[in-house]
């Protein structure tokens, strides 16, 4: 594990040393418009090249709002998680013309979304994947009360393929919460365990924008207070 914590603190710091390069900023716009053209002229000669190229689009694109998904509560809940989806959705599409199946797209998910909370500021990603937990937990209990509303005649009643509606309900908030929320909680504890690393064996360094470190833990608390 701390391999993997060092590995993710330095990618992130590589990624925030690639957004703050003025060479960066000055050509990525042109670059990612080129790329886009290229894709546009070829998507219907090689989809496999045209989503590569629109996934090094969607890179370029995550490189130039690093500062605000891995630094900002309120950035990696929105621009962050936005980016995370497109990007696994163009992975699935690819993996998916190469003959991969569809239970792929879960795994791919979870990986950039551990990935991710790992990259980003340790206490930025706690507070955001604590948010989203809290956030799928209450909508996955919200599925007992809404079962405890319907009356019994109607729970036992047949919808589909032998289904009672009480089953089906039940299998529609599963498969759709508890996955996610799964996900999130797995990413809480990967990001305590962070935590514990860069207190004990990274003196306490976390990335972070070249400000002190009491201006940033403010900067997270007011984010955090603004949601």
């Known amino acids: 594990m701390k391999r993997l914590f060092e590995f993710t603190y330095n990618l992130g710091n590589k990624i925030l040393d690639i957004n703050r390069n ?13 790329i886009l053209i290229v894709s546009a002229l070829i998507v219907n000669e090689n989809k496999t090249v045209f989503f590569i190229l629109l996934f090094l689009c969607y890179i370029i694109w995550c490189l130039g709002c690093a500062d605000k998904t891995l630094l900002s509560v309120y950035g990696f809940l929105t621009t962050g998680i936005a980016y995370w989806f497109l990007i696994t959705l163009v992975i699935f599409v690819i993996l998916l013309n190469m003959g991969f199946g569809e239970f792929v797209f879960f795994v791919i998910s979870a990986l950039l979304w551990w990935s991710y909370s790992l990259m980003a500021n340790n206490k930025v990603a706690n507070v955001a994947n604590q948010i989203l937990s809290t956030t799928f937990a209450v909508i996955v209990l919200f599925k007992d009360t809404l079962i405890s509303l319907i009356p019994e005649y109607e729970l036992s009643k047949e919808l589909i ?66 949601i």
């Open 22 to 34: 003025n060479c960066f900023k000055k050509w990525s716009n042109i670059i990612s418009l080129v």
């Open 161 to 226: 393929y032998g289904y009672s509606c009480e089953k089906t309900i039940e299998l529609i908030f599963n498969i759709a919460f508890t996955p996610i929320l799964v996900i999130n909680l797995i990413a809480l504890l990967l990001c305590t365990l962070k935590g514990y690393w860069i207190e004990k064996y990274n003196n306490n360094k976390d990335i972070s924008e070249p400000v002190s470190e009491e201006s940033s833990d403010k900067q997270i608390e007011e984010e955090f207070y603004n």
